[in-house]
């Protein structure tokens, strides 16, 4: 306050006499009086909250303006360089005789060159007076920023809302089906996911199914296919939408099947485990007849097959506890339940199967060891062009909490350029209790073995309450499709070059490959800051039409750079088929040379989901294919 | 002190393009013109007719003045004493005081002395104020002179104004001065602590306020 003691001969504003004070208590004036206010009437009330209200939109607007304001500042800064005491703070120029000229800052105390600074000639309206002072581009925004925002006056920054970012991921167009819109929007709405945020989203899809809860578990269902973790199947011709409304159904079986099948396991009956596994088989394959009656129908059938199950295992558990039964019985009983197995696989079956997998499993109680062999896998799906596939498996142990009992999943070696490998190569599960036996399985997912990602080859699920000490419990199950489990076995690989989210249309109109890069993940830090500048370089080889190379905008300083930029190749559809996409993503140093963070390959050659967009794009021209790609550490010469 | 040579450049509250925003506000006894004073200078218009204001009321004007475009939020309040827990409210908010008193109301003048007290009980320490002696058309009613209410002013060490919200006298001049003030007091601050614009951090707030001297003539 501006208030000053300039007259204290003044007799007139002394403190008030006991007299007065006795005189104002009594004629109930002054300050030191309590009069009781009488309450404010309703329309009074009224008037001053719609004062408020009108108070209220112009906070609003303000909080936004300093938001905007703050963002500017922001954005200057990070564009500073920040080389040492002998560069520009801004722009990193190296100061000298020749070289601009050393200005230093008056806020910061910093090094500018004399374009990254600002002469500021402060003037006082009242007193006449002005002076000059020199300020580096941050601080004289942050100076604006402070006057602008009310912050001089309160010692800080009043509450602001920070701007929307505007490099959203722009929602693609619709195709003709909704359903294949819808999912593309699903997409877009989740293309910028992160690694954490997808570990959250698979913790809480398990919580909900040991809920079996299945209505909760559709959206994100949805939404973990539009991550881009698509289906494996090459060559089918199926659309997205279809594979993701098929993926929808049989999570919602496969869930509804097992919440029911814990409440038999919950009451204590350990035999009914074998129906649970061979349910579970059963579950994998809905039916996907559009009709209402039929889809009904058929889970009818499977309710009286689940019905009939009980009743074979009950007889099972009466001869097991006779005493009586012998080893000869026992197997003669397996292999009945076997067959009967078979026989049901073959009447529900009517989706393309994934394969087959003979896996052998024996359990040695005095180590209390779990040993798994994975003996071979047939009529695995093709993933290059040439109808091959390069198999390997990785294996987990399941808990009756529908928890992976292991953090690290192990894994067979991968055998090569076949479709009907022989594994032949033991896994071996320590720590396992003998009571763990009858509630856990054992879950195995195929992947197929690329220097560019691990496409999904199919999954199996095998239930531990056969399995005895005494011999050796060998099966062959059919493999399904993706899951949880699954999707956390692909992740627990170590990805170290990142991803790249891809889109590609074939332009008709155009004659023209149109290549969108969208954005990196997780790419490799290649400064000092510990951090990179990435851009991509595109290219198409053999080009018959002379495309030119492109090249996105340097992201600096980030990871997880977002582009969005669209780039066209001239090619006609037959010329495609004989060619192939280069991408490659590099760190730009400025005075250095680029360093390589990773590459990228699509054409005819590629395998897995590569060869899927690649195709696809061939084949439903005029629509964006969007995918996510992993990337490769070998930087092919060009 | 009448400045005719500036642009007039005004517009109104929906328009977001400004430089500075000030909150200002009218304080004083009731009756002595502030919401004439305030409709004379948003709206230059006047009424004869005394209604009470109920509690608080606020209008927007876009001012030009030193090349910068200055967006004034003045807040209207209510004298009465029934509202005094309403009003002292936004206080806080408040870069401006005008503190208005009437020329031919002698209770009116001898209270400027309480409401300076409730400015430095609930405002900002650095919040400027203006004395404002209205209603000066009324000489045949005058019961305060120039004299006093200057006296008064150099007393407080604040800036003195006697107006006519009925004549258009000194309106405009009250709120220029006023925003002149405020102006220098936001450059002067920015240059007696450059730490709170180099470090640049968000969000931060001083623990540790300049100590000014008592006033040693207040009532308690």
């Known amino acids: ?638 | 002190m009448a400045s005719g040579g500036d642009p007039k450049w005004q517009k109104d509250a929906a328009d977001q393009n400004f430089d500075y925003m000030f909150k200002l506000l009218i304080i004083g006894n009731s009756s002595v013109g502030k919401t004439s004073f305030l409709f004379r200078y948003a709206d230059d218009s006047f009424t004869s007719a005394f209604v009470s204001t109920v509690g608080i009321d606020f209008k927007v004007k876009t001012v030009f003045r030193h090349d910068k475009r200055v967006k004034l939020q003045i807040w209207d309040t209510a004298g009465q004493e029934r509202y005094r827990t309403i009003t002292t409210a936004y206080y806080r908010g408040a870069m401006g005081f005008i503190l208005m008193y009437d020329v031919t109301n002698e209770d009116s003048f001898n209270s400027v002395q309480d409401w300076v007290t409730q400015i430095k009980t609930y405002s900002w320490d650095n919040a400027q104020v203006i004395l404002v002696g209205n209603k000066c058309d009324m000489e045949d009613q005058r019961v305060i002179s120039f004299e006093r209410g200057r006296q008064l002013a150099d007393q407080l060490g604040v800036e003195f104004f006697e107006t006519s919200a009925k004549e258009n006298v000194n309106v405009k001049a009250v709120f220029e001065r006023l925003v002149d003030i405020i102006c220098d007091k936001m450059s002067e601050s920015l240059d007696a602590d450059p730490t709170l614009v180099g470090g640049g951090q968000k969000g931060q707030r001083l623990t540790d306020q300049p100590q000014g001297t008592p006033n040693a003539n207040c009532n308690c």
Request: proline share 5%.
């Open chain 1, 1 to 638: 306050m501006d208030f000053q003691n300039r007259n204290n001969t003044a007799n007139k504003f002394v403190c008030p006499s006991d007299r007065q004070l006795a005189l104002r208590a009594k004629l109930k004036a002054g300050w030191s009086s309590s009069k009781t206010s009488e309450p404010l009437r309703p329309e009074e009330q009224e008037a001053i909250i719609s004062v408020i209200r009108r108070n209220e939109e112009i906070e609003v607007a303000e909080r936004q303006r300093v938001g905007r304001l703050v963002e500017r500042v922001e954005k200057i800064k990070q564009h500073a360089v920040e080389r040492g005491p002998n560069c520009c703070r801004l722009c990193g120029d190296t100061f000298g005789i020749l070289r601009p000229q050393r200005i230093l800052c008056e806020d910061c105390r910093q090094s500018v060159c004399t374009k990254c600074s600002v002469d500021i000639n402060i003037r006082y309206h009242t007193s006449e007076r002005s002076r000059e002072i020199w300020l580096c581009r941050i601080c004289s925004e942050t100076r604006e920023m402070w006057k602008k925002s009310g912050a001089w006056f309160f010692k800080g920054l009043p509450k602001y809302d920070m701007p929307r970012s505007a490099s959203a991921t722009p929602i693609p167009n619709p195709g003709p089906g909704s359903m294949a819109g819808d999912t593309r929007a699903v997409q877009s709405c989740h293309a910028t996911p992160t690694r954490p945020a997808r570990v959250k989203k698979l913790t809480i899809r398990v919580n909900d199914s040991s809920s079996s809860s299945s209505g909760h578990s559709e959206p994100e269902d949805e939404v973990d296919t539009g991550v881009g973790i698509g289906v494996g199947v090459v060559g089918g011709g199926m659309a997205k939408g279809i594979a993701s409304t098929r993926l929808q159904r049989e999570d919602s079986f496969r869930l509804r099947a097992y919440g029911s099948i814990r409440s038999f396991i919950d009451g204590g009956e350990r035999k009914l485990s074998n129906s649970f596994f061979f349910n579970r088989q059963q579950s994998q394959r809905p039916s996907e007849c559009p009709e209402y009656d039929s889809v009904s129908m058929s889970k009818l059938r499977r309710e009286s097959s689940f019905l009939r199950r009980g009743s074979v295992s009950s007889s099972w558990s009466i001869s097991d506890s006779s005493g009586s039964g012998s080893n000869n019985s026992g197997n003669s009983q397996t292999q009945s339940q076997y067959q009967q197995h078979q026989q049901q696989l073959q009447q529900h079956c009517r989706d393309p199967l994934l394969g087959w997998l003979e896996i052998a499993i024996s359990y040695r109680e005095a180590f209390h060891s779990l040993d798994c062999t994975m003996v071979r896998a047939r009529d695995l799906p093709a993933m290059d062009a040439a109808g091959l596939a390069d198999p390997y498996c990785k294996l987990n142990i399941i808990t009756p909490e529908a928890h992976t009992k292991y953090t690290r999943w192990q894994r067979t070696k991968t055998v090569h350029k076949t479709r009907n490998p022989e594994f032949n190569e033991t896994l071996q599960f320590v720590g396992v209790e003998p009571e763990e036996l009858g509630n856990s399985l054992i879950y195995v997912a195929l992947f197929d073995d690329d220097k560019y990602g691990h496409d999904f080859l199919g999954a199996a699920k095998v239930c531990l309450s056969t399995v005895h000490s005494t011999s050796q419990y060998r099966i062959s199950v059919p493999l399904g499709v993706e899951d949880q489990y699954s999707n956390a076995a692909e992740m627990a690989q170590n990805w170290p070059n990142g991803k790249m989210l891809l889109s590609l249309c074939y332009n008709t109109k155009r004659r023209a490959l149109v290549v969108n890069v969208k954005q990196c993940i997780n790419l490799m830090a290649m400064d000092n800051n510990g951090s990179s500048d990435p851009f991509v370089k595109i290219q198409l080889k053999p080009d018959a039409h002379k495309n030119k190379k492109h090249k996105t905008s340097v992201k600096w300083r980030t990871l997880n750079p977002i582009y969005n930029e669209e780039f066209y190749f001239e090619a006609s559809p037959h010329d495609l088929n004989k060619e192939m996409l280069i991408l490659t993503v590099w760190d730009k140093d400025l005075g250095k040379s680029n360093d390589f963070l990773g590459s990228l390959q699509l054409g005819a050659q590629s395998k897995g989901e590569r060869l899927q967009q690649w195709l696809d794009c061939i084949r439903l021209p005029d629509h964006f294919h969007e995918k996510w790609h992993c990337l490769a550490p070998d930087n092919p010469a060009h």
